[in-house]
């Protein structure tokens, strides 16, 4: 097995883990990554020039950290890390938002005030969603304070709704 096949098989593998919701782009990247390539490709000289990608927005921020050897445009080895390093950085972003959703639960179950509710919690990129329905205003403050109050948490958007 070649690195191109290793590094395509790892891509894909982590691309089933990871679930649509957690991509925050269509993920245009073919069953296979060579399929790919040659997609993009449109003057099939077997590179990827910066305008063959001007539909991916996410390939074109790393292009020049992806583009190696300099020639400004992209080969087959050069667009198989790009794809691999995006799909890492994804999968890595999901589980971390995946961490974040478990603590803030975690610190709610510890809440006398909290524990009981019927919170969802909801993380994107270390923003967390909040909603549900609560007893009280206090409840509704508590629980964005103890959200508020994880590691990682960027912000958080209270969506709970205090029963009447
Ligand atoms: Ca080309
Ligand atoms: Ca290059």
Redesign the pocket.
């Known amino acids: 097995m070649n690195t191109n096949l290793c590094k395509a098989a790892v891509a894909l593998a982590l691309l089933a883990c990871i679930p649509a919701y957690a991509v925050d782009e269509p993920v245009k990247v073919n069953a296979n990554i060579e399929a790919a390539f040659k997609k993009y490709d449109v003057n099939h000289d077997g590179?990827l020039s910066k305008k063959e990608l001007k539909e991916r927005r996410d390939l074109l921020r790393v292009f020049s950290d992806?583009?190696?050897?300099?020639?400004?445009?992209?080969?087959l080895d050069?667009y198989t890390a790009a794809e691999l390093a995006l799909h890492q950085a994804k999968a890595k972003r999901f589980v971390e938002d995946e961490v974040i959703t478990a603590k803030v639960k975690a610190a709610m179950l510890n809440d006398p005030d909290i524990k009981s509710l019927d919170v969802s919690v909801e993380t994107y990129r270390g923003h967390v969603l909040l909603s549900g329905f609560v007893e009280d205003d206090n409840q509704v403050r508590k629980a964005a304070r103890i959200a508020s109050g994880v590691r990682g948490v960027v912000s958080v958007k209270n969506a709970l709704i205090v029963k009447i």
Do not use: G, R
């Not at 992806?66 to 080969?75: I, M, P, V, Y």
């Open positions: 590179y992806a583009d190696a050897d300099h020639d400004s445009k992209l080969d050069e």
